[in-house]
Antibody, heavy 121, light 107 residues
Framework: EVQLVESGGGLVQPGGSLRLSCAAS????????MSWVRQAPGKGLEWVAN????????YYVDSVKGRFTISRDNAKNSLYLQMNSLRAEDTAVYYC??????????????WGQGTLVTVSS | DIQMTQSPSSVSASVGDRVTITCRAS??????LAWYQQKPGKAPKLLIY???SLQSGVPSRFSGSGSGTDFTLTISSLQPEDFATYYC?????????FGQGTKLEIK
């Protein structure tokens, strides 16, 4: 069974840092683009970042550029999101999602269960 | 960025009804469109990809159509488990963007 399990969320003060992890199983992790997508409380879905199969390409939504870093460890079947200089507007459930096995990312499938990040003093 | 606009934002319907949700892209995206279903407190689930391809395991009452800028998701006969929020997403160009969602409620 293809599965993604996120961890690392929690309460952090504005300006603080947090590192999210996503453990993948049931598929050849190194063959797929991976992504982080977030959802603020009561709001819609917002793509955050993508990383290519070998980690050679990384893309970010403008609002997190310079603050967030996506990375992966194919030997550990794991995806990460290092979040620095956190702001209140970063408060959301963060989902890890598989984003396609081709040369470009496409659909998000499957998704993890999500991990809640709350930025508040 | 490509803007995705869904309509309606919410719809009330009854079990057995046929429901259609529309998604419009601010510029042409060919068939690079997906539909997701999200239930409260759960992760989104892929229903349709490439505008009209049914994801494995998704009931055949779900169907998608369209290309270019206008797309539809149709549920042919609503079941109780279909009451949820539905999102479209374009994958034609960077960054990937989602519609604002359509909440399907029980009448």
């Amino acid at each position: 069974e293809v599965q993604l399990v996120e961890s690392g969320g929690g309460l952090v003060q504005p300006g603080g840092s947090l590192r999210l992890s996503c453990a993948a199983s049931g598929f050849t992790f190194s063959s797929y683009w991976m992504s982080w997508v977030r959802q603020a409380p009561g709001k819609g879905l917002e793509w955050v970042a993508n990383i290519k199969q070998d980690g050679s390409e990384k893309y970010y939504v403008d609002s997190v550029k310079g603050r967030f870093t996506i990375s992966r460890d194919n030997a550990k079947n794991s995806l990460y999101l290092q979040m620095n200089s956190l702001r209140a507007e970063d408060t959301a459930v963060y989902y890890c999602a598989r984003a396609g096995g081709g040369s470009i990312p496409d659909w998000f499938d499957p998704w993890g269960q999500g991990t809640l990040v709350t930025v508040s003093s | 960025d490509i803007q995705m606009t869904q309509s309606p934002s919410s719809v009330s319907a009854s079990v057995g009804d046929r429901v259609t949700i529309t998604c419009r892209a601010s510029q042409g995206i060919s068939s690079w469109l997906a539909w997701y279903q999200q239930k409260p407190g759960k992760a989104p689930k892929l229903l349709i990809y490439a505008a009209s391809s049914l994801q494995s395991g998704v009931p055949s009452r779900f169907s998608g159509s369209g290309s270019g800028t206008d797309f539809t998701l149709t549920i042919s006969s609503l079941q109780p488990e279909d009451f949820a929020t539905y999102y479209c997403q374009q994958a034609n160009s960077f960054p990937p963007t989602f519609g604002q969602g359509t909440k399907l409620e029980i009448k």
